[in-house]
């Protein structure tokens, strides 16, 4: 099968086909190019996607991916970045394998089939001339034939008529000889030419063209060929990355693996554990016997014998909710819980006024929702103290406005932060006192005395984050070790002394609400007759100011700008009248109308021995 022998005739068509075949190929080279162009867009986009979901660096979401579901969604991102790595990769091959390779080979392509075309039409154009040479030599033949058929004709009636002269006839004889000459060499000259046409012919139709149409087609097949070659690079370019590919998927299900709920559950604790023991049972309050008030303590003790005594919930009497402004008119009778509940639930939010910090003087107000009031839900003091030194400006540097778990974690990552800075002033320490000494053993590399200032500078910030961390550990010395007593305070709360009775308090109990109508839990350290009788005193307008149990001396300057806080000045001596209760706060007295709460880490606490014995 060949072109040569096939298709001698066809070399228009031929001419046609070879060119589509070129077209073919460009159109597939195009067809990779927008390929590789979509591998790059497709790479681009899925980077944007893996930079886009990155935890920004300092923000919320880089603590977040503490968790392992978090660790594995950035697992995710980094195997997705790779992913569009092999994307660019089989871009980049694409390009170089098959599209530069093609663009070459197509421009080759032309030009070999330039010339095997131009070879073509050139044996064309010379079997033409041949023929136009047969035709011209063969009608000269039939030309000189005719005439010498005339000249014949002529010579033959000049010879039969009889008045011609001999010399005409003789004359007609010569030209009818000539012509007869003249038609021999047309007819030899047009059988040479014939000849040679002929052999012409045979070589173009036997010889150029089938060798001209072979050279095409191998022309073409080679095409073909090379067509297919780049069809199975293709291929070949994704398959080699498909390993790769798998290893990224594979990273992504090993991430998925890793992926642990229990220790993602345990961090949360670890991020929100406030420290504090859930609270105990709520007191029963027995309203069906009014109690009878009387201002002296004997009316109280014979009160206190002649009615039947209640067991409460296992728990003591606690002390009076810290910042429940004073009621100066007569008390009312107090509603049940259902009644008290209802109008809860009826009634729309307002504001709360507490009883002041500074007994008899200032108030301190909360909004009922930041106390969450709800009933049986205690409320603690130390929520008040969060929204004191949440307001701007107001955060303590101790982070005594945090739970104390969370405190904690505050402190040593502060204590943390700064042992980290103290190491690294260090080093640049040690630095400039190698580079000192290289100075001394070379002066001209240098001035030793340069390096006095910068040094002294560094041992300066050294003994400064030294001072610093000294005062954050005493902080975190502090809380790690009141964290012991305040769960054993709160062990107390939950059912400790069940035996323990206490007289109705049917009217007292309002005194001991917080502002929202829950109870608090805290407990008072000191002793049973004292709360009743603390709380029987509350009823009362003329309260007397508590008694001193001993001084303290303030550590730092504290500039009390919040309702209910005191300023104090460092290296100040102040009385002590109510100790801290595990809300990060010690009540003090300057003098009888000037008192108030500082944090306790500002200030150096020394309690009377007989406040420590009771």
């Not at 910090?357 to 108030?363: D, P, V």
């Not at 320490?429 to 200032?453: C, E, F």
């Amino acid at each position: 099968m060949s072109w040569g022998t096939e298709l001698w005739d066809q070399f228009d068509n031929l001419e046609k086909h070879t060119q589509w075949g070129i077209d073919i190929l460009e159109k597939y080279i195009k067809f990779v190019k927008e390929r590789t162009e979509i591998e790059l867009s497709y790479a681009k986009q899925l980077r944007n996607l893996s930079k886009k979901y990155q935890p920004k660096k300092n923000s919320k979401e880089e603590e977040e991916h503490r968790y392992t579901a978090c660790k594995a969604f950035l697992s995710t991102l980094n195997e997705m970045n790779d992913y569009a790595g092999q994307h660019e990769v089989i871009s980049e091959n694409m390009t170089s394998q098959i599209t530069v390779e093609l663009a070459r080979y197509v421009q080759e392509l032309k030009q070999e089939r330039k010339s095997h075309f131009h070879e073509g039409r050139k044996a064309q154009q010379h079997i033409e001339t041949c023929w136009k040479q047969l035709e011209s030599s063969k009608r000269r033949f039939e030309r000189d034939c005719k005439e010498a058929d005339r000249a014949q004709q002529y010579f033959e009636k000049m010879d039969a008529d009889i008045n011609v002269t001999k010399a005409d006839v003789e004359k007609a004889r010569q030209q009818a000889q000539i012509r007869h000459q003249m038609a021999e060499d047309s007819k030899a000259d047009y059988s040479s030419i014939l000849q040679k046409f002929n052999h012409e012919q045979r070589e173009y139709y036997y010889s150029h063209i089938p060798t001209i149409f072979q050279k095409i087609q191998e022309m073409e097949e080679r095409r073909i060929v090379r067509m297919g070659e780049s069809m199975k690079t293709y291929a070949e370019v994704d398959r080699q990355v498909v390993p790769i590919i798998g290893k990224c998927l594979d990273g992504i299900v090993k991430a998925a693996e890793s992926i642990d709920q229990k220790n993602d559950s345990q961090l949360v604790i670890e991020a929100y554990k406030s420290g504090f023991e859930p609270p105990g049972d709520i007191e029963f309050e027995d309203y069906t016997q009014p109690m009878k008030r009387t201002i002296s303590e004997n009316s109280l003790s014979n009160s206190r014998e002649g009615k039947a005594e209640l067991k409460f919930g296992g728990k003591s009497k606690g002390k009076l909710w810290p910042f429940i402004k004073k009621n100066k008119s007569p008390k009312q009778q107090k509603e049940p819980l259902s009644h008290r509940f209802n109008e809860f639930m009826t009634s729309k939010p307002k504001i709360h006024c507490f009883r002041s910090l500074k007994r008899g003087t200032q108030s301190f107000c909360f909004h009922k929702e930041l106390m969450k009031r709800t009933i049986g839900k205690p409320t603690y003091a130390f929520e008040a103290r969060d929204y004191v030194v949440s307001l701007p400006g107001a955060a303590p540097e101790d982070f005594s406005n945090l739970p104390p778990e969370q405190r904690r974690k505050k402190l040593q990552q502060k204590v943390d932060e700064l042992n980290k800075d103290i190491q690294k002033e260090m080093d640049q320490r040690d630095a400039i006192t190698k580079m000192k000494d290289v100075y001394l053993k070379n002066p001209q590399m240098g001035d030793p005395a340069s390096l006095d200032h910068k040094l002294t500078e560094v041992s300066q910030n050294i003994e400064k984050l030294r001072l610093e961390a000294q005062k954050f550990e005493a902080w975190l010395a502090e809380v790690e070790g009141r964290l012991p007593a305040r769960s054993e305070q709160a062990r107390r709360q939950s059912g400790m002394y069940d035996g323990q009775t206490a007289p109705p308090v049917s009217n007292c109990a309002q005194d001991r609400e917080s502002p929202d109508g829950s109870y608090t839990e805290e407990q008072s350290q000191e002793s049973e007759v004292k709360v009743l009788a603390t709380d029987f005193d509350d009823e009362f307008d003329d309260e007397e100011p508590l008694p001193a149990i001993g001084t303290c001396k303030a550590l730092y300057t504290f500039d009390g700008q919040n309702e209910g806080t005191i300023s104090v000045v460092e290296g100040e001596t102040l009385y002590v009248i109510e100790e801290d209760k595990g809300d990060g706060w010690t009540r003090i007295r300057r003098s009888e109308d000037e008192e108030g709460y500082v944090p306790t880490s500002y200030v150096e606490v020394y309690l009377d021995k007989n406040a420590k014995d009771s």
